[in-house]
Nanobody, 124 residues
Framework: QVQLVTSGGGLVQAGGSLRLSCVVS????????VGWFRQAPGKEREFVAV????????DYADSVKDRFTISRDNAKNTVLLQMSGLKPEDTAVYYC?????????????????WGQGTQVTVSS
């Protein structure tokens, strides 16, 4: 059984930082690309960032580029999302997801497994 467990969310003031963690178990972690998505109240889920199986390639949504950094440690089966310069519009539930492909994508329906989500709230 594949499991993705997200953690690290919380309440932070605008301009602050948070680091989200996604720990994956149940399969060969380095065979999967991992992405982060978020969903704000009343809005559709949106792509945030993705990292390739090796960690050598990343991609970001324009709204978070230069503020967020995605990384992975294949020895620890963990993907991190370092978020800095947080804005109130970053408030959402953040999810990590895994996809068994070399091709990176921001389309959520193309991911195979999902974590439970962690709440990030940024106050103004």
């Amino acid at each position: 059984q594949v499991q993705l467990v997200t953690s690290g969310g919380g309440l932070v003031q605008a301009g602050g930082s948070l680091r989200l963690s996604c720990v994956v178990s149940g399969y060969s972690f380095n065979n999967y690309a991992v992405g982060w998505f978020r969903q704000a109240p009343g809005k559709e889920r949106e792509f945030v960032a993705v990292i390739s199986r090796s960690g050598g390639t990343t991609d970001y949504a324009d709204s978070v580029k230069d503020r967020f950094t995605i990384s992975r440690d294949n020895a620890k089966n963990t993907v991190l999302l370092q978020m800095s310069g947080l804005k109130p519009e970053d408030t959402a539930v953040y999810y990590c997801a895994a996809r068994g492909s070399l091709v990176l994508t921001g389309i959520d329906t193309q991911y195979d497994y999902w974590g439970q989500g962690t709440q990030v709230t940024v106050s103004s």
